[in-house]
């Protein structure tokens, strides 16, 4: 399995960005996906989770209302739609596949990661 991570760049405060994430090999459609995100000198944090189905999702409460992750299964790919970023957002972005159906919250859930798109929020 492999997960490409597309979509980041620099971005002036309150613009937007649609992060892409594609995944080789089958079974897509039955593993939950996430996206997370690594800011300098900080851990990496859950971003946004959604089920295998597409019918759940869940974000982080500092992105609530402004990121929505989904996704297309015919095309293999989970979307991160960031809108209203600011300078907080700033962080290299991964997205992962989930061991299970779900949208995990948790980190250790993932099995399968990206290799990260950076997402730099300045004017």
């Known amino acids: 399995v492999q997960l490409q991570a597309s979509g980041g760049g620099l971005v002036q405060p309150g613009g937007s960005l649609r992060l892409s994430c594609a995944a080789s090999g089958r079974a897509f459609s039955t593993y939950g996906m996430g996206w997370f995100r690594q800011a300098p000198g900080k851990e990496r944090e859950f971003v946004a989770g959604?089920?295998?189905?597409?019918?759940?999702?869940y974000s982080a409460d500092s992105v609530k209302g402004r990121f929505t992750i989904s996704r297309d299964n015919a095309k293999n790919t989970v979307y991160l739609q960031m809108n209203n970023l600011n300078p907080e957002d700033t962080a290299v972005y991964y997205c992962?596949?989930?061991?299970?159906?779900?949208?995990?919250?948790?980190?250790?859930?993932?099995?399968?990661w990206g290799q990260g798109t950076l997402v730099t929020v300045s004017s």
């Open positions: 959604i089920s295998a189905s597409g019918d759940n999702t």
């Open positions: 992962a596949r989930n061991a299970a159906w779900g949208p995990s919250t948790r980190l250790r859930s993932y099995t399968y």
